[in-house]
């Protein structure tokens, strides 16, 4: 288990389990984050546990001889002020309205994210600058698998794989949609549980299959940063990378599928569908552009939500003795994508910082 403390570099594991944490969030996406972030701020005792080796989650970028490509999130869009504020704090050059020069008349992957009222911002570092930016001075346990849950009077015990359970008097699962439910069923049963499966049961989220592909300098460059195609039933866009970036190594080129197209692929060998993925995008570049030096296929499985998939809140249910259970993530206030993650987890921190009554 690998234990990063933003806040303290230095800091060593410690292996001797808390007695009761006061509260455990379970995923360092940017809704998980938030709320840690909030609850610290509030003067609250919080753990991050987060599975994979590094914070962010979906809103992911990987490096490719030291140059950034984003392959969940291209930009944050949004228009709560608090967010905005947020994206502003974000220690990183940011690309304000990024994507300036956008092409094709299919549908962004979040309605409304190119309407004039919405901000927009990337960052020349990749998006991970702003889950960077929120994990800023949180204990956050990377590689640390939340495999089931248990209450107890008073609290919940977290099973993390063969690691030693912890305990906490507040749990807050902020995870994709489909993932909280899977953890919540080994939590049953609880007074709330059907009732909420069958709550969460009706939403859902689209899968996405994504290649990163880098091509030489003198690649053609198209006259846009972004290509939503009309006509294709393969890709959902065509996002030129390496116009985010400062002095890039690569042309460097993101293509996205579309949600119905994905899921027939979903069990396919990456590399067939990788390969017809970049065909489709030939077709829109030139034919140059099925033969990259490099390529890198991410199959995301719960991508976004559908798009009739939100609620007007996070959830916050009360167990006996007083111990408190939160639901945060992206399905968790309006309009989806990382503006609704931010502000679940931070709605959801206010509210576990009201006593219960
Ligand atoms: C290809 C793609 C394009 C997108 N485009 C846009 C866009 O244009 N605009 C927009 O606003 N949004 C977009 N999104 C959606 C946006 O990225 C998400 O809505 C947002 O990042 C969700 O944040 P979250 O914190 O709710 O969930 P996540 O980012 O999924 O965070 C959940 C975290 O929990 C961890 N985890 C899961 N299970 C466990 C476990 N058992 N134990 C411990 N940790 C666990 C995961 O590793 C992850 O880090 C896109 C996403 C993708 C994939």
Redesign the pocket.
Same mark, same amino acid.
């Given at each position: 288990m690998l234990v990063l403390d933003f806040a303290m570099a230095d800091s060593s594991p410690s292996r001797a389990p808390s007695p009761i944490l006061e509260t455990l969030v379970?995923?360092? %996406? @940017?809704?998980?984050l938030s709320c840690a972030g909030a609850l610290r701020r509030a003067g609250r005792g919080v753990v991050v546990?987060?599975? *994979?080796h590094d914070?962010? %989650?979906?809103?992911a970028t990987r490096r490719f001889d030291g140059q950034a490509v984003d !392959? %969940?999130?291209? !930009? *944050?869009?949004g228009h709560h002020p608090d967010f905005l504020r947020v994206l502003r704090e974000v220690d990183a050059h940011p690309l304000r309205d990024w994507p300036r020069r956008v092409e094709g008349g299919g549908p962004?992957?979040?309605p409304g994210?190119l309407e004039p009222t919405v901000r927009r911002v990337a960052f020349a570092q990749g998006m991970k600058a702003l889950p960077r930016h929120l994990a800023q001075g949180l204990e956050i346990r990377l590689e640390?698998? @939340?495999?089931a849950l248990r209450a107890f009077d008073g609290g919940f015990e977290v099973a993390c794989g063969e690691g030693e359970p912890l305990r906490c008097r507040d749990l807050v699962l /902020?995870?994709?949609l489909e993932?909280t439910r899977r953890?919540l069923r080994t939590l049953e049963p609880f007074p709330q549980s059907a009732g909420l499966q069958a709550v969460l049961g009706l939403f859902g989220s689209v899968p996405?299959l994504?290649v990163l592909a880098g091509y030489a300098l003198d690649a053609p460059a198209p006259d846009w940063d972004v290509l939503y195609p009309e006509t294709s039933d393969v890709l959902q866009l065509v996002a030129q990378d390496s116009s985010k970036r400062v002095a890039p190594r690569f042309r460097t080129f993101v293509a996205?599928a579309r949600p119905k197209w994905s899921r027939q692929r979903l069990d396919v060998p990456p590399a067939q569908w990788s390969r017809e993925l970049l065909e489709e995008a030939a077709d829109h570049l030139g034919d140059w552009a099925a033969t990259p030096l490099w390529t890198y296929p991410h199959r995301?499985r719960? /991508?976004?939500?559908s798009p009739t998939s939100e609620l007007a809140g996070p959830l916050r249910i009360d167990f006996p003795g007083g111990a408190r259970l939160g639901l /945060? %993530?992206?399905v968790f206030s309006p309009g989806?994508?990382?503006? *609704?993650?931010w502000l679940?987890g931070t709605r959801l921190a206010g509210r576990l910082t009201q006593e219960p009554s």
């Open positions: 379970v995923g360092a %996406g @940017v809704a998980g546990l987060e599975r *994979a914070v962010g %989650g979906r809103c !392959f %969940g999130p291209l !930009f *944050a869009h962004p992957c979040q994210a640390t698998r @939340v495999t /902020a995870l994709a993932q953890l996405c994504t996205q995301w719960y /991508a976004r939500l /945060a %993530g992206d989806g994508g990382l503006q *609704a993650a679940s």
